[in-house]
């Protein structure tokens, strides 16, 4: 079978046994701040679980897709030097929500497993919970195990999604590929081995594990079960490894081209065709590549891979072009994949063409430093120069050397990095330190907090190398350094103001300020004339983006405050950007926000700015401010003398901030949240605006509706009802469809009726339909089934367009003894590229040869005959 067939075998068997097929959810967990990825097939469901999140049904299925490459299930290291680690994997699972219990998802299991995939009972190994007396009872004498192939672990078979959460003991499955590989069953000595490969988890969830790690009886006992695609299409396609299976060949032959190596057995491409995978989805999902967070991690596997393809020996962009053939494989599954096909190429195309130059360079200076190295630890210096002076990253750095079996000095690597933190954290845009070349006595003199133009001399000119300069031409990039300046340079998440220094005899644009050694820094090039140290020159802030940086800037305070009031005192200021487009907010917060909380600390906001109260800024001492009240932000050092920003009615937020701020609270003008996301674990992040950003978006918005509106030609105030309508219509006109479908299906059963025949006194009724969708099949048996009374049916429906092929066989209760619909389906599944199985009296199966499905229809006569002796 084909992964895409086993995919879809899977979810048609369970949804026989009455389960709710529900499509993949994200890889980007909604409201679980705790989880980095979805890291197993049940996270979308954690809050059905727990009794949280009702839903309208107790029973469901799924093919969930997985990332494990960061946070506690981390697998990232492993992939393409293993059979069977990935980063991205499909978990096909079955749920009950408090509906069936061990018994049935037992039931279930062997079931699929040995009548619809047809894998030998004596292949498969079972372990349960050392404690699981009522599961072993079930296996040995219900289900009947074989007692030499079954195992009482202990902590292999109890399951936990993190240190909190649902949990339970668990049953799991392996399948034994003989005495021709080495290892042991589960729990002997040589279990690490690769003869016994777990192919399925069933964990009985009963409990709720809390932060004090007592385990709290669920509502109501449910049921949670895995069964790996890549590790079950290995078994079912006779491959030890899963880079054998039909998907990943197909992906590695893409690899090999793009990359110009043609053995597919290479490592390396392994690890390029396991990768493309969790990039792709994760930005189908959301994700994009940065520098913290989830972007990170995506990050990482991109330049991973770009580093393995450059290993192989490929010199340009490649990695984008396994897009299509993973689109191939997978985007009929997944039409998201496809939906998103060309943003994911263009995002991985940036990547690469972004990272080629630093792993060119770096992977030379790695390649020298390893080749005069003596002994087998590469220093810490070592790595710290090719991590900071060239950008080469520490994961690539230690992915190298693991090869070559050389240990990296991390203890020298932190000690370096911890002695260029404060000058990183100082340089320039141009990747200079200027220390150097501004040894000036005192410091810049900041007169912005007053006034946004002002009088000054230029001090220092720098270059974007940190050399020093006597002067600046027209077309030069460089830094100015003034004795006074009205430019606030970037610091406590406010960006550095922009403007112009004019001059008599020329002008220079400042596109950024920062501050170094106690001067602010002017960046940015010489538009006309030039410029030379010690002329006198006039600076000038761009009085509108400063206008709506400081009223974002002064925004975060009241949303600081705003936050801790309705979530609680626990929340802290993790960081902050602020800038004239827009305020983003970090902070420590456990769990997402509901859209009531937002809606809560918006309206929080917005009063205070209603209430236009005079900003009020003091200096005073560290304890003092303290004693006042004053919120200190994330760890930051202080001085002893503070200044400390009172803003909002009747001092409602107090804090220490250096920024510029606005006069009264009405100056921010209105404050909107736009964004709520988790950034990491414990930490969100919110993104809103103010002033006349506020006042666009709103704008559009209202324009959007009224567009609405006129399409469905009805009022703004009466868009929401008209909306409700339609999907109340379309619900009646759904189901309208369906009962005249069965309607349809059982006059064409009469009709059909007719053209059943008599094979040795049995009716036999063996018929391709057409019009019919697979789902439609078993509706169209039962009522067949039930007109004829007695007899046999095998139903075929050929898709020429997709290759696909739905069978479907039933025999009613008085000849089950005789003939067996899950024998019968086989036959013909088999001859139509597919395979199948199911119950006495009713089975499914799928074929990918729709052109073979007469032929096979046509052998039912003889076969039946032959059943009946």
């Known amino acids: 079978m084909k992964s895409a067939d086993i995919r879809q075998a899977f979810l048609n068997f369970f949804e026989e046994q009455g389960h709710t097929i529900v499509p993949s959810s994200s890889l980007v967990p909604g409201n679980d701040p705790t989880l980095l990825f979805t890291n197993a097939g049940m996270v979308p469901f954690k809050d059905v679980f727990l009794g949280r999140d009702p ?10 897709r997985c990332v494990r490459a960061g946070g506690k299930h981390n697998d990232l290291d492993n992939v393409g030097y293993t059979a069977r680690h990935h980063t991205f994997f499909e978990m096909l699972g079955n749920f009950s929500f408090g509906d069936y219990f061990k018994r049935d998802a037992i039931r279930f299991a062997w079931t699929f497993l040995t009548e619809r995939l047809g894998l030998p009972a004596e292949k498969l190994w079972v372990t349960v919970h050392i404690t699981d007396d009522e599961a072993e009872k079930i296996w040995k004498e219900e289900i009947g195990i074989d007692p030499s192939r079954f195992s009482r672990l202990d902590e292999d078979n109890f399951w936990q999604m993190g240190d909190t959460g649902p949990c339970g003991p668990s049953s799991e499955i392996f399948f034994d590929h003989g005495p021709d590989v080495w290892g042991g069953p589960p729990g002997s000595p040589e279990e690490d081995g690769d003869r016994y490969i777990e192919i399925w988890n069933l964990v009985f969830m009963q409990f709720d594990r809390d932060a004090s790690g007592t385990l709290n009886p669920l509502p109501k006992p449910s049921i949670d079960t895995g069964m790996g695609l890549e590790r079950v299409a290995a078994v079912l396609q006779g491959v030890h490894s899963n880079y054998e299976i039909d998907l990943f060949q197909n992906l590695l032959d893409a690899a090999a081209k793009a990359t110009g190596h043609d053995d597919t057995a290479a490592p390396s491409l392994r690890v390029i065709a396991d990768h493309i995978r969790s990039c792709a989805f994760l930005i189908v999902d959301g994700v994009l590549p940065s520098n913290e967070g ?153 007169t912005g907090y007053d006034t946004l133009e002002d009088s000054a001399q230029v001090m220092a000119l720098v270059d974007g190398e940190g050399n020093a300069l006597a002067s600046l031409q027209k077309g030069q990039k460089g830094v100015v350094v003034l004795d006074r300046t009205p430019f606030y340079g970037e610091s406590g998440g406010q960006v550095g103001d922009t403007g112009y220094l004019h001059l008599a005899t020329g002008r220079f644009q400042v596109t950024d300020t920062q501050k170094q050694a106690g001067h602010h820094l002017h960046k940015g090039v010489m538009v006309e004339g030039s410029l030379k140290v010690g002329a006198a020159v006039t600076p000038q802030v761009d009085s509108g983006l400063r206008a709506a940086t400081v009223r974002n800037h002064s925004a975060t305070h009241l949303l600081h405050k705003a936050l801790r009031m309705v979530l609680g005192d626990h929340v802290q200021q993790k960081g902050s950007l602020v800038s004239a487009e827009r305020l983003r907010f970090d902070f420590s917060h456990f769990e997402a926000m509901t859209p009531a909380q937002l809606a809560e600390v918006e309206a929080i906001v917005n009063a205070q700015i209603l209430e236009n109260a005079s900003t009020r800024i003091e200096h005073m001492s560290l304890d003092d401010a303290k004693a006042k009240g004053a919120a200190a932000l994330f760890e930051a050092k202080y001085a002893d003398n503070v200044r400390v920003l009172t803003i909002g009615a009747d001092d409602f937020s107090i804090e220490l901030c250096g920024g510029t701020h606005v006069s009264r609270s009405g100056d921010i003008g209105s404050f909107h949240i736009v964004a709520e996301t988790g950034i990491a674990a414990g930490v969100r992040r919110i993104e809103a605006i103010t002033g006349e950003n506020a006042l666009t978006h709103f704008q559009a918005q209202e324009a959007r509706l009224l567009r609405i509106g006129e399409r469905l030609k009805a009022k703004p105030e009466q868009v929401e009802s008209r909306v409700e309508s339609l999907i109340e219509r379309n619900r009646s006109l759904e189901k309208e469809l369906e009962r005249l479908k069965a309607k349809l299906a059982s006059a064409a059963g009469s009709d059909m009726l007719s053209e059943a025949r008599d094979v040795a006194g049995v009716k036999l009724l063996a018929k391709q339909l057409e019009g019919v969708s697979g789902k439609e099949l078993r509706g169209v048996l039962d009522q067949l089934k039930q007109k004829m009374g007695s007899g046999v049916i095998v139903l075929g429906v050929a898709d020429r367009e997709a290759g696909k092929v739905n069978l479907i066989a039933g025999v009613t209760d008085d000849l089950t003894g005789r003939v067996r619909a899950g024998e019968l389906v086989n036959h013909v599944a088999s001859q139509v590229g597919g395979k199948g199985g199911g119950r006495a009296d009713m089975a499914q199966a799928g074929g990918s040869d729709p052109a073979a499905l007469p032929d096979a229809l046509a052998s039912v006569p003889g076969w039946v005959e032959t059943q009946l002796g």
């Open 294 to 446: 989830r972007g990170y991690v995506l990050r990482r596997i991109i330049r991973r891979a770009i580093r393995h393809g450059h290993k192989l020996g490929a010199s340009e962009p490649f990695f984008h072009q396994l897009v299509a053939a993973l689109d191939a494989e997978m985007g009929e599954a997944y039409p998201e994949l496809r939906q998103a096909r060309s943003q994911i190429e263009k995002v991985l195309l940036k990547e690469e063409e972004q990272f080629a130059r630093t792993l060119d360079h770096g992977m030379g200076l790695l390649e020298a430093a390893l080749a005069e190295l003596q002994g087998d630890v590469l220093p810490g210096e070592t790595v710290f120069k090719l991590y900071d002076t060239y950008g080469f990253p520490f994961d690539l750095t230690a992915d190298v050397c693991r090869e070559r079996g050389v240990r990296l000095d991390e203890a020298g690597f932190q000690r370096e990095l911890e002695a260029q933190r404060e000058r990183a954290r100082a340089a320039s845009q141009f990747g200079a330190d200027y220390s150097a070349a501004l040894e000036l006595e005192g410091e810049t003199a900041f």
């Open 55 to 64: 839903r309208p049904y107790v029973r469901a299925t799924s093919s969930q």
